[in-house]
């Protein structure tokens, strides 16, 4: 429902003041911007093995000590990059790019063995060259139990191993549309491999469900692994989709609260679990065989328990069993809106910049919890999104006595 209110609002003597620094302060102030003067200049360029340059590689610059800072330039088609505006210090700088294993200065893979370059008051250093090896790659796919059924959106993280099996880093990506998924840039190395999703029971490679039990994936640079793939048992869940009830579009970012059903008249909340629907609405929440109460919201909806109530006592039960997903779908009814214009009483005249607060009446009796906004170019201001209820609606703006509507 939309409703508009116009306030008008009163003038008033306004007084201004001013102050002053005390003395000594612009001189404390200029010292300041001296001793961090920023005027150095760190450069170079990136290439190949082969010294043929590379485009769009990212090179990044770390100051060590206080402050501590990291700037980031990408090498032009002649390999060439450069940062600026850089404080005295010590740095370490990094190169990066698709498919190419990280490089640090001086020709370090290893952020443990970099080097580190101390630049002076307004030093200029150009000469930093960077030759990146192409890295290694393992590649899969990642399908439901049945091994034909892709699993797209699905996790995979690669962990390096030291000695002993223990994990030193870590790349994560997604799994594609067809359930395929590509790690690259891969250093010579063991790894670890582990595919999860949400409503499916994580798995390392080979069909290992701890890390101590997983089979070692090696990669010898620039060679690709390929063919590791994964099938993720189902996992007991509540799934659904999020929908506007008047146009019934998905709607994306909204909250699911999922909490153990209690007996009725106990209004305990145990959470099990909450999550958040994706573009296109879509939500899934891995939780235990049992029985669940599931609430939905989201910014300019009504917020509402399955199936169409109002409150959790009144809520529907959802029965989840082993290994199955539990549709729980909600479409919810939008709020309101409240708009008017702001003016000035003896003119007419708009005004612009005004604060504007709407307090719910039933709800926020001491109006310590409100709305705000700012009125527009002719005064004109808009709430969207406003729960159901009566609203206490608030005015005021410099040189102005404040009003309430009505």
Do not use: C
Not at 16 to 26: E, L
Not at 316 to 332: E, I, K, N, R, Y
């Amino acid at each position: 429902m939309k409703k508009s209110i116009n306030l008008i609002l009163l003038p008033v003597l306004l007084l201004t003041g001013g102050f002053a620094f005390a003395d000594g302060w612009d001189d404390r102030r200029d010292d300041w911007r001296n001793y961090y003067d920023a005027g150095s200049v760190l450069g170079g360029q990136v290439f190949d093995e082969s010294s043929a340059p590379l485009l769009d590689a990212v090179i990044t610059v770390t100051r060590i000590g206080v402050p501590s800072f990291s700037l980031s330039d990408t090498s032009n088609d002649a390999g060439a990059w450069r940062i600026g505006n850089l404080m005295p210090g010590a740095y370490m700088v990094k190169a990066e790019k698709e498919e190419y294993l990280v490089q640090y200065y001086d020709h370090s893979e290893s952020l443990l063995q970099a080097g580190v370059i101390n630049l002076a008051h307004k030093d200029t250093v150009i000469n930093i060259v960077f030759h990146l090896k192409p890295g290694g790659a393992i590649s899969g796919a990642v399908y439901m139990a049945d091994g034909i059924t892709p699993l797209a959106k699905a996790e995979v993280a690669l962990y390096r191993l030291g000695l002993p099996r223990r994990t030193e880093s870590v790349k994560i990506t997604r799994t594609d549309a067809a359930g395929l998924y590509r790690l690259n840039g891969l250093a010579t190395g063991n790894y670890l491999l582990k595919a999860s999703r949400e409503g499916y029971i994580a798995e390392y490679y080979q069909e290992a469900t701890a890390g101590n039990e997983a089979d070692t994936v090696t990669v010898n640079a620039p060679e690709e692994k390929t063919g590791i793939h994964f099938t993720l048992d189902q996992a007991s869940a509540i799934t659904g989709i999020i929908t506007a009830e008047a146009t019934g579009a998905p709607i994306p970012n909204a909250w699911i609260a999922i909490y153990e059903a209690s007996p009725v008249g106990d209004n305990r909340r145990t959470v099990a679990g909450h999550a958040r629907s994706d573009q296109l609405g879509v939500y899934t929440l891995s939780v235990p065989p049992g029985q669940y109460r599931v609430s939905a919201e989201a910014y300019g909806y009504a917020a509402e328990w399955f199936d169409n109530a109002t409150a959790m006592d009144l809520a529907t039960p959802v029965t989840v069993t082993v290994g199955m997903h539990s549709p729980v779908d909600f479409a919810l009814a939008a709020w309101g809106s409240l708009s008017g214009h702001v003016l000035d009483a003896v003119t007419g005249a708009p005004i612009a910049g005004a604060v504007i607060r709407v307090y719910n009446e039933e709800k926020n009796l001491h109006r310590q919890r409100y709305f705000q906004t700012i009125s527009k170019d002719g005064g004109f201001y808009v709430f969207t999104g406003l729960p159901s209820g009566r609203y206490v609606v608030e005015a005021q703006a410099e040189g102005y006595v404040k009003e309430y509507w009505q």
